[in-house]
Each structure stands twice: as structure tokens, then as C-alpha cells.
């Protein structure tokens, strides 16, 4: 810190990390931008890294997980928080009379792959976990009971009463074939709705289109399920209302029985897969029980997590890894051995269970959308880049030039990731972002 502290270029490389907002592992890029007259060849403008502390310029992560940077995480958040809610009330070009179009916040859940222990709640008071008065007693000599009422960070809470004969194969392999359901969901959504009113898929399309936006959420017990918010449109998108027969409720109808009827199958081990019975279908209004602002905050929050709220490990589990000493619960471990021991089969390489252990076999996007739900996160990040550009421009930093007659050529190279212990410290006292401290690169 001292050392940093005393450099000549200490402001500069100051003024560096406050433009990355934050980020506990910015990216190092070394290179050079030049800027040339298309017209006459002339150089107008050269950056270059070379004067930089280090040689290198620090740029943000980006990342959307807020265990690996809560700074990028949060610039993510707020950004799929914008995406989500201009598909619901407009915004970001899309028309403020989207917010006429039925829509619908549905909530898929995975099916049980044995009983585990959970926390409930009626009237404010936590009921019993699983208490039954004639308990069975399992082929392993556990009583499949368990009459504790507990506390909402009991660590057990998600994991089963008797791991020896929860499916934790069912549950992985159920992670890893979900993106494959979702999207026969969508087909089955598509088909559904069509009859309903009385047209085959391809007439529909003439009169209504339906948009999506879903993230997923890892349940305690490991197993993704997926928020959507689902939206009717005319055959245009969002800018071309729906006709008025198509309605909310025809489109619940639809949901819920593509949700019952669809399924996946994993050929090699003749195993089929649905979604469970647990399926939450609500409308969404202005000035309903569910406003459109609750849903995109309820989207964008889920948005920055992942598996790690189960307590795995939030990076790629290597073949070496020896797994008894990962730092992880035993229902996580048996999770992640699952993946493991399935990968090896050559009939499941495709779900790639091996590379995507640490997710607990989910290697699906975290928030998606259909292409005319809204606009996009690119569009979100492209706009905010252009403003901090013309702040440059107007604070002197870059020249002001015409676009269209102006050749960039730029090189970059990566140069190393990430802030020694010192330099953190440093960086949460200039941008007043706090976080615990990671390992840096020059502290190994
Ligand atoms: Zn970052
Ligand atoms: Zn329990
Ligand atoms: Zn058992």
C-alpha cells in the first residue's frame, strides 16, 4: 500500500480505479488506441498504455456474481433491472403501451428428489419441519421425521433427512437438462395457446408473438428453478398491441398446462425429467398484488447469484480437486461427486456434467429473454459507454471527432487481472466500495 502510495503516478493510477467503480478484480489491458483521418491519413489522436502506472490500464470485471465482485454485480443488477422493467412498463425503446399487454410472472419449480428439511411459516409462527406421527423408517435406519422448527440460516435447511437415499443424480442431471425443458416449455406454451383459440402455431404468429425474460434460482437443496415473466404482443413485438382475445387468462391456461405436460429425457439412463408440481402463475399490473417494480427487482436480485448461496464453490472444479477436502457442506459434496461420477459417462458428455460441477450441473444462462422482449444488456452497456465517452469529450480527455471520418485502430492485450491486498485497500478508500479483502496477484 505504501509502495502504491509513493509512486509518482499514484493519481493517475487513482483516477484509474475510480473508473472502474470499485471492481475488486479489474481486468489490465495494455495497448494502444490510435485515431486517424480517414481522408487524409493524418493522425488526430494517440492513446497509449505506455504512460499508464504499470503500462497497463485497469478496466472493470463485469462480472454478474457479487461473491466474485459486488461492484460489477451491482452494475449487472441494475442493468437487468432496467431490461426487465422496460418489457414491462417501457422504457429504453421499447413504447410505454406495453404496460396493456397481459403478462404473467410464473414460476417453474424442479420436482422432489427426496425429502429434505425445510422451513415454514403460517400466520408468522414456523411450523414443525416434517413431523409425522408414523414416521417410516428408511432402508438405512433413519426415521423419516423431524419435528424441529428451524431457524431461517439453519445450515440444514435443503438438505435431506437421509442423504443416502436422496437422488442425487436426479438432481444434477435435472440442472443439466432444465435449459432443454425451459425451451420445450416455450414450444409447448406456443402450441397451447394457439388451439386454445382455435389456430395452428404458424397462423398465430400472424396475430400475437410471446415474449420472455426468466432467470434462474438455486433452491436451497441445489436444484435451479426459474422466475419468467411472460408477456403477450402483437405480431410485431412490443410496439403492436395484442388482439383481444388474447388475454391473461387464456395465457395462464396455456402456462400451466405446457408446464404439466412437457418433458426431457436422458436417453442413456432412461430417465425422463418434468417440472414439479409446484407451479405459481400471477398476473402482473400496475396496481395489482404484484407491480411490475416488484418483479424486476425480484428478477435482477436473483440475477447476481448462483450456486454459491447453496454453499458450493463459486469457480470450476478441477480434475485434481480432491474432493473430500473441497471446503463444502456434505450435501454440496455429494452434489459435485454426482457431476463428477456422471461426467465420466460417455453417453452424457454433451451435459458436460464435469465442467459444470461447481453449478451443481446447471450450464445454463442465468437471466435470459426472448428476442423482442426488450432491449438488451449490450444496448444498456453501449449507452452508458457513450456517456462516459462524451464526458471525456467535454472534460477534455478525448478530442470531439466525426464519427463516419474518423479510423480507430486499436490493439489490446490482457495483462493480468485483479488488485494486490494493498492496493484493495486503497481502492474501497478512493471509490467507498467495501468488501472483504481477496488474495492479490502479487501476494502469492
Ligand atoms: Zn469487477
Ligand atoms: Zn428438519
Ligand atoms: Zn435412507
Known sequence: MIHRLNQPDFDRWACQIKHTGGCRQPIHLRGKVEHY?????????????????????????????????????????????????????????????????????????????????????????????????????????????????????????????????????????????????????????????????????????????????K????????????????????????????????????????????????TAEIEPLSRTFRWGTQLDVRPITMDGDLTEQAVASYIAKYATKAAECVGTLDRRIQPLDDLAALPVREHARRLIAACM?????????????THWAHMLGFRGHFSTKSRRYSTTLGALRAAREEHMRAEQITTGRLPLFDEDTVLVVAHWAYAGQGLSVGEQLLASAITGQHAPLLRGPDDR
Open 37 to 213: 483521418d480517414q481522408a487524409t491519413g493524418h493522425l488526430l489522436h494517440r492513446y497509449s498504455t505506455t504512460t499508464e502506472p504499470n503500462g497497463v490500464l485497469r478496466v472493470p470485471c463485469k462480472t454478474r456474481r457479487t461473491s466474485r465482485c459486488p461492484a460489477c454485480a451491482e452494475v449487472y443488477r441494475a442493468d437487468t433491472y432496467q431490461l426487465v422493467r422496460a418489457g414491462l412498463v417501457g422504457g429504453k425503446g421499447v413504447p410505454e403501451t406495453v404496460s396493456a399487454h397481459p403478462c404473467l410472472f410464473v414460476t417453474l419449480t424442479a420436482p422432489s428428489f427426496g425429502a429434505v428439511h425445510v422451513r415454514r411459516e403460517k400466520t408468522g409462527k414456523v411450523l414443525p419441519c416434517h413431523a409425522r406421527r408414523d414416521a417410516e423408517i428408511c432402508p438405512h435406519g433413519r426415521v423419516m421425521s423431524c419435528t424441529e422448527r428451524h431457524s431461517a440460516d439453519d445450515p440444514r435447511l435443503g438438505e435431506p433427512l437421509c442423504p443416502d437415499c436422496y437422488d442425487y443424480d436426479g438432481s444434477v442431471l435435472f440442472n443439466a437438462i432444465s435449459p432443454e425443458l425451459w425451451r420445450r416449455f416455450t414450444l409447448a406454451l406456443r402450441r397451447r395457446f394457439a388451439r386454445l383459440n382455435g389456430l395452428t402455431v404458424k397462423a398465430l404468429r400472424e396475430h400475437v408473438s410471446i415474449a420472455f425474460a
Open 215 to 262: 432467470v434462474a434460482e438455486y433452491q436451497r437443496r441445489g436444484v435451479v428453478h426459474f422466475h419468467a415473466v411472460i408477456r403477450l404482443d402483437g405480431p410485431d413485438g412490443p410496439d403492436s398491441p395484442p388482439p383481444p382475445w388474447a388475454t391473461a387468462d387464456a395465457l395462464a391456461q396455456a402456462v400451466q398446462h405446457a408446464a404439466a405436460v412437457v
Open 341 to 353: 461420477r456422471l461426467g465420466r459417462n460417455p453417453g452424457l458428455v454433451d451435459l458436460r456434467l
